[in-house]
C-alpha cells in the first residue's frame, strides 16, 4: 500500500481537540456540536452548481457528452443533497441518545451515529410527520418551550411548526430521489439522456433499482434549483442546530441565557432578540419526559400489565406509544427502540413486580 494513503496513529493538532488528557476519545456532542464542518457540503454543492450553469463547461463537447456531463453534475447536487439529508437524520438519532449517557458510553454513541443504516433514515423521515412542536425544540436544540416566557415561546413555537414543515419537504424529497442516489454510488447503475418540451430542454436520467426495475427521474431548470437550494440550506440548517444544541450543552448549569443565535424561518425575529430563555438541567429535561411516558403508561395500561415483570420498555412521548420490543437488558432496548424509531423521544422505564413502571 502507497505510503500516501497510510492510516497514522496520532491525528496532530487535531488530539486535543479529539482527545481527553487521558488520550480517550471525546463523546460525541463535545466534539461535533464545536468542530463539525456544517458548511462543506454547502461549498461542495455551490462549487458543482456554478460548473453547471457555466456554458464554457460544455464548449467543444457532443450532445452525447453534454447530456452525460450534465446528468454527472445534476448527480452530484442529488448525491450531496442525500448525503446532507442522511447528516442531518444521523443527528437527530445522536441527539436522542443524549438523555442516556449514563447508560451509553461515549465510544457507543460514536458507534450508534458511524453504523446507522439507511433503515433507519428512512424511517427517521417516515416519522417525521408525527411529531409535534416540541419534538422539533429539542431536535433544533432549542429549550423547551413551556419554561419560556410569552414572547419566546411564540417565536420558537412559530420556528418549530415552520421547521416541521420543511422538515417534511426534505422528506418527501429525500424519499423520492434516495433510490437514483443509491443506484450511483453502488454501481454507477445510471444512464444520461435530455429532454425537451416547450423549447426547455431538462436533464433525463434512467437507473435500475435494487429490484432490477428501470426507473427514470426528468430534471428541469427549476427541479435542478430544488435540489441545489436544498442542499444549501440543509447545510446552513444543521450547523444552527449544532449552534443551538452547543448553546444548551453550556448553559444548562446557569439555567437561563440571553441567546443570539439562528432562529429556522424567523430571521427578523432574532433582530429584535428572543431575550431571557430558560434551559433546564439534564437532570431536569428526563424528570419532565419521565413525567410524560408515565401518562403515557397509564394510557396503555392494560398493554403493560401483559409485558413481563423486571423487562425495560420503551415510550415515544411523541406518538404517544410504547414500542413492541422489551427486554431485561436496558442496552438491547435502547439499540433496538433507536433502530425502530431513530430519532425519536424515548423514555426507558422497567416493569416493577407489581405490574407499574419504575426507573430502569
Known amino acids: 500500500m502507497s505510503d500516501s494513503f497510510r492510516i497514522i496513529a496520532t491525528t496532530g493538532p487535531m488530539e486535543k481537540v479529539l482527545k481527553d488528557?487521558?488520550?480517550?476519545?471525546?463523546?460525541?456532542?463535545?466534539?461535533?456540536?464545536?468542530?463539525?464542518?456544517?458548511?462543506?457540503?454547502?461549498?461542495?454543492?455551490?462549487?458543482?452548481?456554478?460548473?453547471?450553469?457555466?456554458?464554457?463547461?460544455?464548449?467543444?463537447?457532443?450532445?452525447?457528452?453534454?447530456?452525460?456531463?450534465?446528468?454527472?453534475?445534476?448527480?452530484?447536487?442529488?448525491?450531496?443533497?442525500?448525503?446532507?439529508?442522511?447528516?442531518?437524520?444521523?443527528?437527530?438519532?445522536?441527539?436522542?441518545?443524549?438523555?442516556?449517557?449514563?447508560?451509553?458510553?461515549?465510544?457507543?454513541?460514536?458507534?450508534?451515529?458511524?453504523?446507522?443504516?439507511?433503515?433507519?433514515?428512512?424511517?427517521?423521515?417516515?416519522?417525521?410527520?408525527?411529531?409535534?412542536?416540541?419534538?422539533?425544540?429539542?431536535?433544533?436544540?432549542?429549550?423547551?418551550?413551556?419554561?419560556?416566557?410569552?414572547?419566546?415561546?411564540?417565536?420558537?413555537?412559530?420556528?418549530?411548526?415552520?421547521?416541521?414543515?420543511?422538515?417534511?419537504?426534505?422528506?418527501?424529497?429525500?424519499?423520492?430521489?434516495?433510490?437514483?442516489?443509491?443506484?450511483?454510488?453502488?454501481?454507477?447503475?445510471?444512464?444520461?439522456?435530455?429532454?425537451?418540451?416547450?423549447?426547455?430542454?431538462?436533464?433525463?436520467?434512467?437507473?435500475?433499482?435494487?429490484?432490477?426495475?428501470?426507473?427514470?427521474?426528468n430534471f428541469p431548470p427549476e427541479s435542478v434549483e430544488e435540489v441545489y437550494t436544498l442542499g444549501v440550506q440543509l447545510g446552513k440548517i444543521l450547523g444552527a442546530f449544532l449552534q443551538w444544541h452547543s448553546i444548551r450543552i453550556q448553559v444548562t448549569k446557569k439555567g437561563s441565557i440571553s441567546v443570539s443565535a439562528p432562529v429556522f424561518g424567523h430571521g427578523s425575529d432574532l433582530d429584535k432578540g428572543l431575550g431571557m430563555l430558560f434551559f433546564p438541567t439534564l437532570s431536569e429535561t428526563r424528570a419532565t419526559l419521565v413525567n410524560e411516558a408515565g401518562k403515557v403508561a397509564l394510557e396503555h395500561e392494560a398493554e403493560v400489565e401483559k409485558i413481563d415483570r423486571g423487562h425495560i420498555i420503551a415510550v415515544d412521548i411523541d406518538a404517544r406509544e410504547i414500542l413492541a420490543f422489551h427486554s431485561p437488558n436496558l442496552r438491547d432496548v435502547i439499540f433496538e427502540s433507536f433502530k425502530a424509531r431513530p430519532g425519536a423521544r424515548l423514555v426507558f422505564r422497567r416493569i416493577t413486580s407489581d405490574g407499574k413502571v419504575g426507573p430502569y
Not at 47 to 75: C, H, M, W, Y
Not at 78 to 90: G, I, P, Q, R
Open 21 to 217: 488528557d487521558q488520550g480517550r476519545l471525546l463523546s460525541f456532542p463535545a466534539v461535533m456540536y464545536e468542530f463539525y464542518s456544517w458548511d462543506a457540503r454547502i461549498f461542495a454543492v455551490e462549487q458543482i452548481k456554478r460548473i453547471l450553469d457555466n456554458p464554457a463547461t460544455f464548449n467543444g463537447l457532443s450532445k452525447e457528452l453534454r447530456d452525460k456531463l450534465r446528468g454527472i453534475l445534476v448527480l452530484e447536487l442529488v448525491a450531496k443533497f442525500c448525503e446532507s439529508s442522511e447528516d442531518l437524520a444521523a443527528f437527530g438519532i445522536a441527539f436522542a441518545t443524549e438523555l442516556y449517557m449514563d447508560a451509553l458510553g461515549p465510544d457507543e454513541v460514536w458507534k450508534r451515529v458511524a453504523e446507522y443504516e439507511t433503515g433507519d433514515i428512512v424511517n427517521f423521515y417516515r416519522d417525521i410527520t408525527l411529531r409535534g412542536a416540541d419534538y422539533f425544540a429539542n431536535l433544533h436544540g432549542y429549550p423547551p418551550l413551556q419554561l419560556q416566557e410569552d414572547n419566546s415561546r411564540m417565536i420558537l413555537f412559530r420556528s418549530c411548526k415552520q421547521l416541521a414543515g420543511y422538515m417534511g419537504t426534505v422528506a418527501q424529497a429525500y424519499m423520492s430521489l434516495r433510490e437514483l442516489h443509491n443506484a450511483y454510488k453502488h454501481g454507477m447503475r445510471v444512464f444520461f439522456g435530455s429532454l425537451s418540451e416547450k423549447g426547455i430542454e431538462s436533464i433525463a436520467i434512467a437507473y435500475v433499482d435494487a429490484d432490477a426495475n428501470i426507473k427514470a427521474v
